[in-house]
């Protein structure tokens, strides 16, 4: 069963990821060549306390940390840790959530580390990013789920990829509805498959944590021997972009962005729903 929210749930769960917001821009910052996974951890941490709110990912299934490092070749689910520690040239994309008033926020990004990046990281991280904002601006009334899936896909599957072949579209892992849990049904693939049908309508009070997961090389994952660090089959770099979004009578609502996803969503020709703190 899809969770519907009312206007004054989606406010709450707005409180929720502007703390995710600011997790993000503390962890961005701190991402630097010789800091460790488990710094970026000990930093998401403090902002959770210095806001009241809770890491929905610490304990959650087991997991030991309240974020997600995720550096290189990792897909998704990397633990923190001391032993990992960042190199100048490394692309890390980092998850994280939180808890306000038993409503849940989660949303990921994918940071570089230091300089001298190679333009196929730069585009690949691109691709991944925007592949993500498409998805949301197809979230609208009327549409259904298998709508931003189309979107997702249709946008990096017209992106040449630098040095030629197609990046790989992760399959195994994608997005999901969101509340007063934090994976709640819907499943939302970022591709489409046609055996899964067309989905639920869209309506408002609409929740969903839109992630495309992108690799320069194949859609296939393994997991680790720690059941759960997530890395490509072959070893080629990945990036990771999430937003939770609430569906209004207005529009969408971007509720992880800082200005709600005003400025991006108008490039996609959609208006954002006004954001219900002000």
Known sequence: MVQIKSPEQ?????????????IHAATRE?????ATTKDLDEVARKVLAEHGAKSNF???????????????????????SDEVVLKDGDIISIDCGAIVDGWHGDAAY??????????????????????????IAAMKQGNRLVDISRAIE?????????????????EDYGGHGIGTEMHMDPHLLNYVERRRGKGPK???????????????????????????????????????????????EQGPLVLTAPDGGKAKLAEYGVTAAPDPLG
């Not at 701190?30 to 010789?34: E, I, N, Q, R």
């Open 202 to 248: 869209l309506v408002p009070g609409f929740c969903l944590a839109i992630e495309p997961m992108v690799s320069l090389g194949t859609p296939k994952t393994e997991v680790l021997a720690d059941d759960w660090t997530v890395i490509t089959t072959d070893g080629t770099w990945s990036s990771h972009w999430e937003h939770s979004v609430a569906l209004t």
């Open 154 to 170: 249709t946008y990096i599957r017209r992106q040449p990829k630098p040095g030629g072949g197609r990046y790989g579209i992760i």
């Open 110 to 135: 994918t940071a570089f580390v230091g300089s001298g990046h190679a333009p196929e990281l730069i585009e690949l991280s691109r691709v991944t990013e925007e592949s993500m904002w498409a998805g």
């Open 10 to 22: 989606i406010a709450k769960m707005r409180e929720a990821g502007l703390v995710v917001a600011a």
């Open 30 to 34: 701190a991402a630097v060549p010789g």
């Open 58 to 80: 610490l304990g959650y299934g087991g997991f030991p940390a309240t974020i997600c490092t995720s550096p290189n070749e990792v897909v998704v689910h990397g633990i923190p």
